[in-house]
């Protein structure tokens, strides 16, 4: 059994008048960096970039049971220059630190950046000369996402605090 909308009786147009809903168009004002930050906010589009374990959480936020498309973020890039977020999921070797620097450098402004799991942001279990302690050391990061190997429910997390931070930018342009 559906529900028939129908015609608006007189008495519910006078009513909604009333209320001011008269549907003509409005103006709508904002600022040009609410817009731009809120398009910029909603469609974050994450570089593909595997380092260790933490790479597999990653994968997983994109399959149906967690479905990471809520975020505007379900395209993983293959190119950084498609990309305008670098999810560092892993540990960083001194082998790899450069490769991740160079890859960093040729994304596009905005640009930001996930470290994701105790091993991309401080080191984790490896205190060694082998492994960078902490992926900061190399470029800033925006989000920390702790545990080892963290949830994709901790990725979706950041996501949604990369989304206040970015909605939150005072200025256009490049990054300081």
Do not use: H
Request: glycine share 10%; net charge positive; hydrophobic share 45%.
């Amino acid at each position: 059994m559906g529900v028939n909308a129908g015609v608006p009786t007189p008495q519910e147009i006078e009513a909604a008048q009333a209320q001011g809903k008269t549907g003509a168009v409005g103006i709508a004002l904002a600022r040009l960096e609410d817009v731009v930050n809120w398009g910029r906010s909603n469609s974050v589009w994450p570089l593909l970039f595997g380092l260790a374990c933490c790479a597999i959480e990653q994968i997983q936020s994109g399959m149906p049971r967690f479905d990471i498309a809520r975020f505007g973020s379900e395209v993983f890039r293959a190119s950084p220059r498609q990309a305008d977020l670098l999810i560092v999921s892993g540990r960083v070797s001194n082998k790899m630190a450069p490769v991740i620097k160079r890859i960093y450098d040729q994304m596009s402004y905005p640009k930001w950046v996930i470290a994701m799991g105790d091993c991309a942001s401080c080191g984790g279990p490896f205190n060694n000369y082998a492994v960078i302690q902490g992926v900061d050391k190399l470029m800033p990061v925006d989000v920390y996402i702790p545990g080892c190997p963290p949830r994709p429910e901790a990725l979706f997390y950041a996501l949604i605090k990369l989304q206040e931070k970015i909605k939150a930018e005072e200025k256009l342009g490049v990054r300081e």
